[in-house]
């Protein structure tokens, strides 16, 4: 919404012939244009109300603006010192009885309504709004009367459809190491995936289990090595395997000369990781064993 004085209204007329009214920048400098004249010189505050980008309507510039002129002389004329006029622009779509109501064809318009703070809304003179047809033109007088009308829009413009964004990928990590889960969770997500938590091999088990019935199911999980009084990585990825034989299961360890790490793929997993994780080194690893081509931590 924008507020201007009549001060705020002055200024050089904008070239209007032979243009159309096509967006809300455009009819919001020619209701300026048209209001100038009209409050002036009272102290008199001009309201737009304009919450949307109008619809493009194909009336001619120049003379809608002689037009809403002489509507504004109609709504000023009453309004003491101080006061306001007020002019609402919203898109409508009008059908059946609506359009009876409105006195319009059915179809979609940009409707205009002027309403004033003074006691009394005088009807536009033949010689301002009957310059051009205004479709609807309605009259309602007294002390909370308005003017309304309606322009027919030349097209709707429809608003392209949002393009969804694709879902991350999930990764379930299993580490005992509380420190560890909230690393890897911070880079994983830092790289564009999103990180899930467990504490040992039957925690993992149950959440990759519950993760597919969901449709949610992980794109990969992390196994730390060995777990204190629990499954670790390699009875892990059995059970897993049983479960979901396309598992994608990655080990990690800080010790490089296990079996498990340095021969993964003969252990069933689709990569290996070692600690203490570095961002580049865990998004390489984990591209790798997505695009099934495993690589040595």
Not at 62 to 80: C, D, I, Y
Request: glycine share 8%; proline share 9%.
């Amino acid at each position: 919404m924008t507020t201007m004085s009549v001060q705020d209204c002055a200024g050089s007329a904008p070239p209007w012939e032979n243009q159309q009214v096509k967006n809300a920048g455009a009819l919001r400098e020619l209701l300026q244009e048209a209001s100038r004249d009209s409050l002036y010189p009272k102290t008199i505050q001009c309201i737009l109300d304009i919450q949307e980008e109008p619809w493009e309507n194909g009336l001619p510039a120049e003379a809608l603006s002689k037009a809403l002129s002489g509507l504004f002389q109609s709504a000023v004329r009453h309004v003491p010192p101080g006061g306001h006029v007020q002019v609402t622009v919203a898109n409508v779509t009008l059908s059946g009885q609506d359009s009876l109501l409105s006195n319009v064809e059915p179809g979609a318009y940009v409707k205009i309504c002027i309403t004033n703070s003074g006691p009394e809304m005088e009807s536009p003179p033949a010689n301002g709004a009957n310059i051009i047809n205004l479709p609807g033109l309605v009259h309602i007088p007294g002390p909370d009367g308005s003017i309304t009308f309606f322009l027919p829009v030349l097209e709707i413009k429809t608003p392209s459809p949002k393009q969804e964004t694709p879902a991350k990928q999930r990764i379930l990590i299993m580490d005992d190491d509380e420190a560890v889960c909230e690393i890897a969770s911070q880079m994983l997500k830092f790289i564009g995936f999103e990180a899930a938590v467990s504490m040992d091999g039957d925690e993992a088990i149950s959440m990759y289990q519950e993760a597919r019935n969901q449709g949610q199911p992980f794109a990969a999980v992390i196994l730390d090595l060995t777990v204190p009084d629990g499954p670790g990585a390699e009875e892990t990825v059995k059970r897993l395997t049983a479960l979901d034989p396309n598992v994608v299961a990655l080990i990690s360890s800080g010790y490089f000369d296990d079996p498990a790490v340095s021969q993964f793929q003969e252990h069933g997993f689709s990569g290996a990781i070692a600690k203490p994780f570095r961002i580049k080194a865990l998004a390489s690893a984990l591209k790798a064993a997505l695009t099934g081509n495993p690589e040595c931590p």
